[in-house]
Structures are given as C-alpha cells and as structure tokens.
C-alpha cells in the first residue's frame, strides 16, 4: 500500500485530502509537529509528499529543501499562494508538481496516481528508511548522516537497506548473500566480507562507528 505524508496546517483540508485518499486504497499520515517535519517524514516512510507553502514556523519551500536532502520521493505542492513566483520557486527546490487551491480531490487523486506509476512501477518499499539520524534513500542509492550524503555501490546499498529493514534482528550472512544475488552477480563469503568491511569504513568516516555489529557465526546487526 502506498502511504502519502501530508503537510497541511489546515485540518479541515487535511481531513478530506486523508479521507479522498483512504477512499483510494492509499495510507495516509499528516503532520503533527510543525517543527519537525523531515522527522516525522523519515518516521512514516512515505512514498509521496503533499506539501503546503504557508506553514507554521517554516514555510514549505524550507521543507521541500529539507526533504530533498534526504530522499528523492515525489513531492506535490498544495497551495492558494499560485502565482508564477511560488511555482517556478517550488519546482526550483525540487518539487515535481503544484497544485492551486482550491482544487477539485478527483484531480488531486489522478496527479497523485500520475505520480507513483512514474516512480515506482517497479518499486515495493518506501523510498527513505531511517535508523540513529541516517537516512538511506532508495531512490538514488544513498546513505544521508548529519547532513553529508554518502554514495553506495549496488552492493553496499543493498547489504545496508536489508539490514535497516531488519534492525533489532539478526540478518545471516547466507540472507544478505541472497539479497546480493539479486543483482545477478555472483557472490560468495569472501566478496560479502569485503563489501560488509568497505561499507563500515564509509559508514565509520561519516561517523557511523559500530554502526554494523557482527554476531559472530550468525550475521549482522543493526540495533
């Protein structure tokens, strides 16, 4: 189910965007602390944005900025304010589309709908996961910590994202081997060892130290 993360100070129109979407099939959750977005954005994984310009404390193009730090989920502008200004300014900061108020919900659903098929046709998790501050974004294969982002290899992506999937739980070595064999290339323990340590050496110049701990003849773990 794909889940849309509201940014609407509104409840009124948060409500109905919440319900429009529920009848849809769509889980949606909407912002509870104005001062923490990019929080509560990485909490709820979301696979889209529906973002406001004028908010409480930051204004939406902040946020947009913020978000486009860490994932390159697809990010909606909702908004009365749609002069040319406030559009050519939202797509700048990286949204990938705006709609004025007020707007008709079926032509927010169908933007909405246009939006995913593009980005995810072939895509199955949510495009941010967060553990301890980092933000591994599925869209470009990279790890965001205190905001410097770090690129992965294929490899070292996918090692890291079953691992984030799992944290808390042990993830076997044979587990991870299957997970790089989806790449359709061969590994074995000694090219998993080598990825696992290249990976906890950016992880560890980032600041990320101990950040893979190794349970010895079992796997690996993120707690």
């Known amino acids: 189910?794909?889940?849309?993360?509201?940014?609407e100070d509104d409840p009124g129109i948060a409500e109905a965007i919440a319900r429009q979407a529920a009848a849809w099939g769509y889980e949606t959750r909407t912002v509870e602390n104005f001062r923490a977005v990019t929080s509560e954005f990485a909490e709820s994984r979301p696979h889209i944005v529906l973002l406001d310009i004028t908010l409480p404390f930051f204004n939406g193009f902040h946020w947009c900025s913020e978000i486009r730090r860490l994932s390159s989920v697809p990010?909606?502008?909702?908004?009365?304010?749609?002069?040319?200004m406030n559009i050519v300014m939202a797509m700048n900061m990286g949204a990938d589309d705006f709609i004025a108020k007020p707007f008709d919900m079926n032509v927010l659903i169908a933007k909405i709908q246009a939006l995913l098929r593009r980005t995810y046709d072939f895509a199955e998790s949510a495009p941010v996961l967060e553990h301890r501050g980092a933000f591994l974004d599925t869209g470009d294969n990279s790890l965001t910590y205190q905001g410097e982002k770090i690129p992965l290899t294929k490899n070292e992506y996918r090692i890291l994202h079953c691992l984030i999937e799992n944290n808390g739980k042990v993830v076997s070595r044979e587990r991870l081997m299957e997970r790089l064999w989806e790449t359709d290339s061969f590994v074995d323990e000694n090219t998993l060892t080598v990825n696992v340590n290249r990976l906890r050496k950016k992880l560890a110049a980032a600041g990320l130290d101990s950040f893979i701990a190794t349970k010895f003849g079992v796997g690996y773990i993120i707690e």
């Open 75 to 84: 990010i909606i502008f909702i908004s009365s304010a749609a002069d040319n």
């Open 1 to 7: 189910m794909y889940k849309i993360f509201i940014v």
